[in-house]
């Protein structure tokens, strides 16, 4: 996607990259009521994309059918930000000045209707102020979602919704000095988890202000906190996607900003635990998302 928030003279687009050879092909042009599609995430098995574009000052929610190419409003107003969830997307929607609730966006764009045991309300901290939430798409873990606040002054703070229906609770790891904090998930073995399955986590990309560089870290649903990195790479990271056809081909895409006009794709795969570059330099994308 480049959007409004790319900083680059590109212009707006939804574009598919080649994997093999880092070829662009462009899909659909983004009008000006379009400009400011974000926070996009790929509708689970489906070929459609769902972001939000704002329309004087509301956030609402729109898909992208890549296969019938065709837009489509979904009826969601007033919404922070998606979340990539198991088998759909969840929109965090704002419903007063410190309180949000979820709703699921079906399988397929023309479902508008709200699943009803998503409906969860949840009461925000006081040091955490909806529009914060904003910024990057969320991801669902096992049982939460996690979200991130962008405090500002290069501060953000990890945000993990419970999905328990006996107890929605909002829960916020500690302050992080960083200029991004982007939610990914991933699949990890059941041997990492007592388990003999793969589970799905989450984790977060952080971009350390200090240096610019970008650590690649689980999220500990049991001591809510961050854990140590499992992966860094020296650029900052603008938006991360995940690729999980079965246990062999486990990969995070990583858009990077570079010192140089332009960005570049990397991938980390997870299960060789190194990094392989997707071919092509200058990217101008602001994100990035996985779809069929």
């Known amino acids: 996607m480049v959007n409004s928030h790319s900083s680059t ?21 983004l009008t000006e009521d379009q400009k400011d599609f974000s926070c996009v995430a790929n509708v689970p098995e489906t070929q459609n994309l769902c972001g939000i574009q704002t329309k004087d ?25 998606l979340c990539n969830g ?5 929109a965090v929607k704002q419903i007063s000045d410190n309180e949000m609730m979820l709703a699921s966006i079906g399988s397929w764009p023309y479902t508008r209707d709200i699943d009803q045991t998503l409906n969860y309300r949840y009461e925000l901290p006081a040091d955490i102020k909806p529009e914060a939430l904003t910024r990057y798409p969320g991801v669902q873990g096992d049982s939460y979602l996690l979200l991130s606040a962008d405090n500002g002054n290069n501060s953000f703070t990890p945000v993990a919704l419970s999905l ?11 302050s992080i000095q960083a200029t991004a904090l982007i ?7 059941g041997k990492d988890t007592g388990t003999t ?12 202000a200090d240096d610019g560089r970008t650590d690649l870290c689980l999220w500990n ?5 961050l854990e140590e990195p499992f992966a860094t790479f020296p650029n900052s990271a603008r938006s991360v996607t995940m690729l ?11 858009l990077f900003d570079t010192n140089r006009r332009g960005r570049l794709i990397y991938a980390y795969d997870l299960v060789s635990k190194s990094w392989q570059a997707v071919p092509g330099i200058g990217y101008p994308y602001s994100e990035i998302v996985m779809a069929r």
Not at 164 to 174: H, L
Not at 184 to 189: E, G, L, R
Not at 247 to 254: D, G, H, P, S
């Open 197 to 208: 399955k793969y589970v799905r986590t989450g984790g977060y990309a952080v971009v350390r």
């Open 221 to 225: 649903q049991a001591t809510m906190s």
């Open 244 to 254: 999980a056809k079965d246990t062999e081909t486990l990969k995070l895409y990583v």
């Open 183 to 189: 939610p990914f998930w991933t699949i990890i073995s």
């Open 86 to 90: 198991q088998s759909s997307i969840i």
């Open 57 to 81: 000052g509301v956030r609402s929610v729109f898909s992208y059918d890549l296969s019938m190419r065709f837009w489509q409003d979904m009826g969601l107003k007033n919404i922070l930000t």
């Open 9 to 29: 003279g590109y212009n707006n687009c939804i574009e598919h990259v080649n994997l093999t050879n880092g070829t662009p092909t462009n899909i659909v042009g």
């Open 164 to 174: 328990d229906p006996s107890s929605r609770k909002v829960y916020t790891g500690e």
